[in-house]
């Protein structure tokens, strides 16, 4: 994997997003000479039409990521990846719509798009059909070596199994550390060369996955391998780069501290973060505002009383704020003190609450917390204190979820279905973390990027 602003990025997903802005830029200029030539006119000078084909492209890659065209589902399935093309196609060509629209200068013909539409959609689809197997296959898969037999060792096969997986294990090294889980790992004793033994498996990673460090760590053996420029990663670290988590199990105080992360408090970052808040909730809300006010009528016509309710959250450092939303259950969902999850298809959601929460109108009004700076536009979701304090005795670090701003829209929310249990706060909360920990504005706009996915196909909308 390539690391670009903190976050980990596929091999073969940068190979095929780089092929893919190339081929967009190709149909844009094919396009145009297939026009010109029906017509009879000059094609004129390359520099005089490379802006606009690389508007172009630049449109339409941005509507693949955010509809999940370079999702591991679409790298596997060829039906699944013509399908977000086409829907990504479409969404590229209306933001191309209103772009022309304020620059004029920028604008191609409408037989000109139509043209680059249907070749670009044509050349994608073909590359994947012919790099499809490729790139899920061995050749982009990194090859590592694994220590450990034990329960922890067993994780790391279960995901190297995983459709979509960017590596393969070519060796486990069971060692003196406790019970084994991987039959078929090479007893440590039976090596005379642990170097010897890591580039004859052809791995280009080790990682610890020992049960019991103490007396286990083999510090020469793992010396002589990292001098001869192969990695050594610790379980934790490599769980957080192939999932996008921080997972819990194996993480500790010590990681976390010593870590390169955290660094959303700096001054740099927290004032770009909060210049893009206040930019992007003005915006929306102007533009938001009749079907806020549409949203509003339709819940007061179904069912009696307030179109909108407040609620308090825990934001910022564990102060409390209040959240404003569109009303979406009965006015008698919950007994007064008493907090509840909201449960599948729950029957305190009216019928006019089902759809606003499915296509997140609900969500709309809190726009004006962000404005206010009390919430962000990306963040952890904020949740009420009698969960949070319940949350905190259960859960280690659940408190460090709220060294960064709440957010509308967040890493757990784009990566995690909605969940109403501790296994399922427990799993969001893995996502949380790596966000505050890996926070950067690169980051942020991915996840607005793949939020438009969540909301076409109301994932996670409960």
């Not at 949203?295 to 309710?309: D, H, Q």
């Not at 904020?382 to 859960?395: G, I, K, N, Y």
């Not at 706060?425 to 969540?454: C, G, M, S, W």
Request: charged share 25%.
């Amino acid at each position: 994997m390539i690391r670009l602003f903190k976050h980990y990025v596929p091999h073969a997903v940068l190979l095929l997003g780089l092929i893919d802005f190339c081929l967009l830029a190709f149909a844009a200029e094919a396009a145009w000479f297939l026009r010109a030539w029906q017509i009879g006119v000059d094609t004129g000078t390359l520099p005089s039409r490379i802006g606009r084909s690389l508007v172009f492209a630049a449109a339409l890659q941005t509507a693949m990521i955010a509809v999940g065209v370079y999702g591991a589902e679409a790298l596997q399935s060829l039906r699944f990846a013509a399908a977000r093309l086409t829907v990504a196609i479409s969404l590229g060509v209306i933001f191309l719509s209103l772009l022309f629209f304020a620059l004029p200068g920028l604008s191609l013909w409408r037989s000109h798009l139509l043209y680059a539409m249907l070749l670009a959609g044509g050349l994608l689809i073909l590359v994947r059909a012919v790099l499809g197997r490729l790139i899920g296959g061995e050749a982009f898969r990194r090859r590592i070596l694994v220590l450990g037999a034990g329960a922890r060792a067993a994780r790391i096969e279960e995901l190297a199994r995983r459709p979509g997986s960017g590596f393969t294990v070519a060796s486990f090294v069971a060692m003196s550390d406790g019970p084994t889980r991987v039959g078929h790992a090479v007893r440590r004793d039976d090596i005379d060369n642990l170097s010897d033994h890591v580039v004859a498996c052809r791995a280009s990673e080790v990682v610890l996955a020992l049960e019991e460090r103490r007396n286990a760590l083999p510090l020469a053996d793992l010396l002589r391998v990292k001098t001869t420029g192969v990695h050594v990663n610790d379980l934790s670290t490599f769980l957080e780069r192939e999932t996008g988590r921080v997972d819990l199990d194996s993480t500790n105080h010590s990681a976390l501290i010593f870590s390169d992360g955290f660094s959303s408090g700096q001054r740099a970052s927290r004032s770009l973060k909060r210049l893009f808040d206040v930019a992007v909730s003005g915006i929306i809300l102007l533009i938001g505002l009749p079907i806020i006010l549409l949203g509003a009528l339709a819940v007061k016509f179904e069912s009696r009383g307030p179109a909108f309710y407040k609620q308090k959250r825990v934001g910022l450092y564990g102060e409390e704020f209040e959240v404003i939303k569109l009303r979406s259950m009965r006015t008698d969902a919950e007994k007064p003190g008493q907090a509840v999850w909201a449960q599948k298809d729950d029957p305190r959601v009216t019928r006019v609450g089902r759809f606003i929460r499915k296509v997140r109108i609900d969500e709309l009004p809190q726009l004006w917390t962000v404005l206010k700076g009390e919430m962000s536009f990306v963040g952890p979701r904020p949740e009420r204190r009698q969960f949070v304090d319940d949350l905190e005795q259960r859960l280690p670090f659940y408190a460090e979820r709220h060294m960064v701003k709440p957010g509308i829209t967040g890493w757990a929310q784009i990566n995690y279905p909605y969940g109403a249990s501790l296994e399922d706060a427990r799993h969001k909360l893995e996502y949380d973390l790596y966000y505050a920990k890996n926070y950067t504005p690169f980051l942020d706009l991915l996840i607005i990027l793949q939020t438009v996915r969540v909301l076409l196909w109301a994932e996670g909308a409960r």
